[in-house]
Nanobody, 123 residues
């Protein structure tokens, strides 16, 4: 079981930037795709970004493409999400997630979730 802990959320004005980090524990982290989902009030949880187990492939939701960047440091067991040009519609709880399949390139079935970190973008 992979345990995930997010950090870096907060309140920022529209047009600003935040960087989220997710620290993972568990021996199976390095061979799993990792990424981020978000859930706004009254809405379903939605995919944001994913990075492959190797770090060589990344995929983004259309709504964040060009503004958000995902990266991972396998040695430090961390996955980060750099969020630039933030908009009020980016306001949500952001969840770190890990896939269940070894050597995965993107999410198939999420096996582990973090507790979430709040991101609020004011207009």
């Amino acid at each position: 079981q992979v345990q995930l802990v997010e950090s870096g959320g907060g309140v920022v004005q529209a047009g600003g930037a935040l960087r989220l980090s997710c620290t993972a524990s568990g021996r199976t982290f390095s061979n799993k795709a990792m990424g981020w989902f978000r859930q706004a009030p009254g809405k379903e949880r939605e995919f944001v970004a994913v990075i492959s187990w190797s770090g060589r492939s990344t995929y983004y939701a259309d709504s964040v493409k060009g503004r958000f960047s995902i990266s991972r440091d396998i040695a430090k067991n961390t996955v980060s999400l750099q969020m630039n040009s933030l908009r009020p519609e980016d306001t949500a709880v952001y969840y770190c997630a890990a896939d269940t399949t070894p050597y995965s390139t993107r999410f198939g079935v999420v096996g582990s979730w973090g507790q979430g970190t709040q991101v609020t973008v004011s207009s």
